[in-house]
């Protein structure tokens, strides 16, 4: 054996070190997202034992003004943690810590979309219609060198779109590795991951996250996020939420959130989602705003997707802005899909802005 692989042996052996059988101590990875609105930060501590909620455990505090969120001059910015998950890289009791980001005075910094997200899901309204969350986080893995996306020839293009979507085959899916790893991971994280699948652009990728209720969605998806990140770094991969990676004619990438209420669940849940779908085409504008930077790009009216100036709506019309799907048509019940999100969009505000509008918003 070479010592370039026995010292490789040796350090997954250090990593893999079973702390339950020399001590009590657990370590705990705080996450948080950084200043640009998609950078993901976290660092990690020694806790004295074993925690399952999150109230148990300690704020912590980091330099705001390394994350572009804080002057240098002031620049502590406290981490209040609000959810736990199993640490997939780590395992035994150690955890991941999703934290949102405040002052010292306790104010939620302006890149804190969490806390706005929490007071929308909590109001009393809100909370009595229970809405459930799926969300289709499309993404691109790149060539870490080139930023050309995996399984592309450097400078070219591969065949046209066509076999790739849910394609199998060295010549057809990229990455399959590294989306299996993410699947698992998540899943033993505690996320409510549904599923995933190779996408039309050859290199992108998707996978699902829920049914969840309400602020979790948003927390849920943050961690698979971060749960990537971290898998595509051990690989030497790059991830890139980019609405639309490679110009020209490739589908762009999206976050297709579905989204019901108890009463659009329900018998007569049709005409519930009616009229939501009437309330979020008369703010088509306000909601474009806030679903993510570059969706231009994407929402051309080609590619599967609606024109970005234009909001249209229809039963299984992958076209249109909002899709109704056949079964739900045929129960008179169900869920709809809000098609238009990039895949760069915060969770947070997609979600809490489509129940607000849907809700609590009286046109």
């Known amino acids: 054996m070479s010592s370039s692989s026995s010292s490789s042996c040796l350090l997954n ?10 001590s009590d101590k657990i370590i705990a990875e705080y996450i948080w997202i950084g200043g640009s609105g998609m950078d993901m930060r976290s660092k990690a501590r020694s806790l004295p034992g074993k925690v399952n909620d999150p109230t148990q455990l300690p704020k912590w505090n980091y330099d705001g003004s390394s994350t572009n969120q804080a002057p240098g001059d002031d620049s502590e910015v406290i981490l209040y943690p609000q959810v736990i998950f199993k640490d997939p ?3 035994g009791n150690n955890i991941l810590v999703m934290c949102d980001a405040y002052t010292p005075a306790g104010q939620p910094i302006p890149t804190n979309k969490r806390f706005n997200a929490a007071k929308i899901f909590t109001h009393p309204d809100v909370a009595a219609e229970e809405p459930w969350y ?7 893995l790149l060539q870490k060198d080139t930023n050309w996306p995996l399984g592309w020839p450097i400078g070219g293009y591969p065949a046209p779109q066509g076999p790739y979507y849910c394609g199998v085959g060295a010549d057809k899916s990229f990455g399959r590795d590294i989306v299996d790893a993410h699947y698992k991971a998540c899943l033993y994280a505690g996320i409510n991951i549904s ?10 990728w998707e996978f699902q996250v829920g049914p969840c209720v309400g602020i979790s969605s948003g927390d849920q998806v943050w961690v698979a996020r971060y749960i990537l990140e971290r898998i595509a770094e051990i690989a030497g991969v790059v991830v890139s939420f980019d609405p639309k990676p490679v110009q020209g004619d490739w589908n762009g990438a999206g976050a297709h959130c579905n989204y019901s209420t108890k009463s659009m669940r329900n018998d007569g849940g049709l005409d519930v989602m009616k009229k939501a779908i009437e309330k979020l085409s008369l703010r088509h504008k306000e909601h474009i705003a806030a679903y993510g930077e570059g969706n231009e790009r994407r929402l051309t009216g080609r590619h599967e997707t609606a024109d970005i100036n234009k909001f249209s709506w229809g039963v299984a019309n992958r076209g249109a802005s909002v899709r109704i799907g056949r079964e739900t048509e045929k129960a008179g019940k169900g869920y709809f899909e809000d098609r238009r999100p990039a895949s760069n969009m915060d969770p947070y505000v997609v979600t809490s802005m489509i129940a607000e509008t849907t809700i609590l918003w009286k046109p």
């Open 134 to 140: 799926g969300i289709e986080q499309e993404y691109t």
């Open 13 to 22: 052996d250090l990593i893999n070190l079973k702390l339950s059988e020399t």
């Open 89 to 91: 890289f780590r395992r």
């Open 195 to 204: 599923g995933v699948n190779g996408e039309v652009m050859p290199g992108q």
